[in-house]
């Protein structure tokens, strides 16, 4: 026996004494799969930095994440095409009003952020695109936690 027929034969072996069969490895991964919900429908945001103005100053910057859950008969890949759009709707928001937490400089509004992003991502991606925004994350650039005097 040459090389070649001693692997083909190996190779051969070793897949027929695989653990599961074919079709019980394609269930498996199908489970996996059902149990995250809606896998792949929203847009995920690149981080963005938000500035944080106390008594007309510019004391911090937060950086959010920030992620758009689409509705199931969205168009995802035409909707992740618009990420930039979205985030730039963001960035204006956030320099015309920003979304300063008095309590706390090291984060932002969220409440505020989320339902104006959501007007500004309903107007960019069409009524009925959107089914909500979420703030993932914020990572204020220094940390503050009272406000300076």
């Known amino acids: 026996m040459d090389r070649r027929t001693l692997f083909a034969a190996t190779l051969a072996a070793l897949m ?12 498996e991964k199908k489970e996996g799969k059902e ?28 950086f959010v994440y920030v992620r758009i859950n689409l509705a199931n008969s969205a168009n995802v890949s035409k909707l992740r095409e618009k990420e930039p759009l979205f985030r730039d709707a963001l960035v204006r928001a956030g320099h015309r009003t920003p979304f300063t937490l008095e309590s706390d400089l090291g984060k932002i509004d969220a409440p505020r952020l989320v339902a104006t992003l959501s007007r500004e991502a309903n107007r960019i991606a069409g009524a009925g695109q959107i089914r909500s925004v979420v703030v993932t994350s914020q990572e204020p650039r220094r940390r503050m936690v009272k406000r300076p005097a």
């Open 16 to 27: 027929a004494a695989s653990p599961l069969p074919a079709s019980e490895a394609k269930e």
């Open 35 to 62: 149990g995250k919900g809606d896998v792949g429908q929203y847009v995920d945001l690149q981080p963005v930095g938000l500035p944080i103005v106390s008594k007309g100053q510019l004391v911090n910057y937060v």
